[in-house]
């Protein structure tokens, strides 16, 4: 049994960590309000998006990964002897990719072919990747691997900060905020994911309030686990998110605490000013993360 590790471009993996692993990603994409469409971290990448959406009158729209794309990312691992592939995918609730890596699994032969929803996105997604691969380097099976990130999936937690739930209500990837909408004057809106799906959370006074609310949210639930990571997940406003994993690593300086960065795709949706902190009941690492002190 040899056993392959791939995923979708949201999940946010460092490129030294992808190639090492031979990790294959299969991108999603972002068209723009002039009609020109871009593979994310492929031919567009999150600082030059930024930019783009500072100036964009329109919210770019996003599509899952071509299944062509995915059968032959397949068909590669079995060119090169691998029996098994394990392909983790964002939520199903915000995405078509998870269905589709389904039914791209069917269509291929000479491979089993194992499709993941991480029911989350970016590092914490990510991180179900990260984690298999231990496990394969432990020696362990493809079910015993599989049965394992399983338990992260019902365990994975995330609460996201928004300046707006503009960019999430066009784009249809929250659920359940109609009552919000058009009632958040100098107000900033708190999520978090439920069964996959983008939900409310609270409604906090200020940013400020809202990133200690959730500061603490994720070390309240690291603390129901005997390993944790929490990850600080940054978006244009670098100064803040940065000051966030500082605060938290000061503050706890015995729980693991990684940083990382959004990418175009989730930035679309979650709009400029956007920040997240994921929580999973595992001991992950990720060697050479970001530099935090860029």
């Known amino acids: 049994m040899k056993i392959a590790v791939m995923t979708d471009s949201t999940s946010y993996i460092p ?3 992808l190639e090492k692993n031979n990790i294959r990603i299969v991108p999603l994409s ?3 309000e002039n009609g020109e469409n871009y593979k994310e971290n492929i031919s567009i990448f999150a600082d030059e998006f930024y930019d783009i959406l500072k100036t964009s009158k329109s919210i770019p729209t996003t599509s899952q990964p071509a299944i062509g794309e995915m059968i032959s990312a397949y068909e590669a691992y079995r060119d090169e002897g691998y029996t098994d592939v394990i392909v983790v995918h964002l939520s199903s609730g915000i995405s078509g990719a998870y269905q589709t890596a389904m039914q791209a699994s069917t269509m ?10 991480s029911k989350i996105a970016c590092l914490p997604e990510g991180s179900l990747v990260l984690r298999a691969l231990d496990l394969i380097e432990q020696g362990l099976d493809v079910e015993a691997i599989l049965a394992d990130l399983d338990d992260m999936v019902q365990h994975v937690g ?3 900060v928004v300046d707006d739930l503009k960019n999430l209500h066009k784009s249809g990837r929250i659920t359940g905020a109609q009552a919000w909408i058009g009632n958040l004057l100098k107000m900033k809106p708190v999520l ?11 409604k906090v006074r200020t940013k400020k309030r809202a990133l200690k609310l959730i500061e603490d949210k994720a070390v309240e639930i690291s603390n129901q686990f005997e390993q944790s990571t929490i990850m600080v997940i940054g978006g244009d406003e670098r100064e803040e998110s940065q000051g966030v994993y500082k605060d938290l690593k000061e503050k706890h300086p015995n729980k693991n605490i990684v940083f990382s960065e959004l990418g175009p795709v989730i930035t679309s949706h979650l709009g400029l000013g956007g920040f ?3 929580v999973v009941n595992r001991h992950i690492e990720v060697p050479d993360s970001v530099n935090v002190e860029r």
Do not use: K, M, S
């Open 276 to 278: 997240g902190i994921g």
């Open 108 to 117: 291929v032969e000479g491979i089993r072919v194992h499709p993941v929803d």
């Open 192 to 202: 978090t994911f439920e069964d996959g799906l983008i939900v409310p959370y609270e």
């Open 158 to 160: 995330a609460f996201l």
């Open 15 to 17: 490129q030294h960590i």
């Open 30 to 32: 972002i068209t723009l």
